[in-house]
């Protein structure tokens, strides 16, 4: 079983930035995909930024240029950033995380972010 914890949502201004963070821990071998997902009011789950085992990134594109994702980590605890620069009205969302372990799924519990003047 694998574990994630959220952390860093908030209100923010238009053009203003936050940094989301999800630990994850438990049964961190073998991970093969970490990385956020967002859902709007009225929308599905979109991805917004992934990155692979091997450092490869997938960003939507709505978020390129703005967004950046990293991964930090031992052997006890990965941990997984989104650093999110000239924040956007749409950028609103409950923002997820997102871990592929092997052949499973895991989602963190979302965390809310509102860009609102």
């Known amino acids: 079983q694998v574990q994630l914890v959220e952390s860093g949502g908030g209100l923010v201004q238009p053009g203003g930035s936050l940094r989301l963070s999800c630990a994850a821990s438990g049964s961190i071998t073998n991970i093969r995909i970490m990385g956020w997902y967002r859902q709007g009011p009225g929308n599905q789950r979109d991805l917004v930024a992934t990155?692979?085992?091997?450092?490869?990134?997938?960003?939507a594109d709505s978020v390129k240029g703005r967004f950046t994702i990293s991964i930090s980590g031992d052997n006890a605890k990965n941990t997984v950033f989104l650093q999110m620069n000239r924040l956007k009205p749409e950028d609103t969302a409950v923002y997820y995380c997102?871990?592929?372990?092997?052949?499973?799924?895991?989602w963190g519990q979302g965390t809310q972010v509102t860009v609102s003047s």
């Open positions: 997102y871990i592929k372990r092997l052949l499973s799924n895991y």
């Open positions: 990155m692979t085992s091997g450092g490869i990134t997938n960003y």
